[in-house]
């Protein structure tokens, strides 16, 4: 499913807040779940024309309103339910924003529920696919971490040390590796260390 546009969003709200004002004393189980992404950047001047406006943007706001097999009775001590929340409708949800005008920014979402959507092969094609670009963006934050600090084949203590600010590692690990093959620090990045490499990777360029 893709997204519609984002004005979309008060209708929903004054949809939901009648279908529960209508609801009576029996209550219906539902999931719900709210996205929100807002990029921006305003470059202003104006206060009565000395003009230059710059502005570009995207805001959108998504809320999944999901009813459920499940209803509940009564309320407090005396209330009963009845039926199942895992019974659903099946939806298989792909938003994808692609901006490029200060050089990319990529937004992506995927969501899906009830046991057919979650099961199916769009559900699994979409999930696999969030995996292999997981994998991707690491293995070139890995490279880019190995051409940084290779000297000679081996690691470059000081280059390393630089790298690993707000990453929650210490001078001992870097202090484990400097002087070592590079391929010893490949084998932590790709292992027990693969949490930090993005970190690590965005303190290059810092």
Not at 34 to 48: C, F, K, T
Not at 92 to 102: A, C, E, Q, R, Y
Not at 125 to 143: G, K, M, N, S, Y
Request: glycine share 10%; with cysteine; aromatic share 6%.
């Amino acid at each position: 499913m893709r997204s519609a546009h984002g004005k979309a969003c008060p209708w929903v709200c004054c949809a939901l807040i009648a279908s529960l004002g209508l609801s009576g004393c029996t209550n219906k189980g539902y999931i719900t779940a709210a996205v929100q992404s807002v990029i921006g950047l305003d470059v202003s001047e104006n206060p009565q024309t000395q003009v230059p406006h710059v502005r570009f943007g995207f805001a959108r706001s998504q809320l999944y309103y999901i009813p459920t097999g499940k209803t509940t009775e009564g309320s407090g001590n005396t209330s009963q339910s009845a039926g199942n929340a895992s019974d659903t409708p099946t939806l298989v949800s792909d938003i994808n924003v692609d901006i490029t005008p200060l050089k990319q920014i990529v937004i992506k979402e995927r969501f899906a529920v009830g046991q057919g959507a979650v099961h199916s092969l769009a559900a699994q094609a979409l999930f696999q696919e969030a995996v292999r670009e997981q994998l991707i963006r690491e293995h070139t934050a890995i490279d880019d971490i190995m051409k940084y600090v290779d000297t000679g084949g081996n690691v470059d203590g000081a280059k390393l040390a630089k790298l690993i600010p707000g990453t929650g590692l210490d001078q001992a690990w870097v202090n484990r590796l400097a002087g070592k093959p590079v391929s010893e620090l490949r084998k932590e990045l790709e292992g027990p260390f693969r949490r930090v490499v993005s970190a690590l990777a965005a303190n290059i360029k810092s």
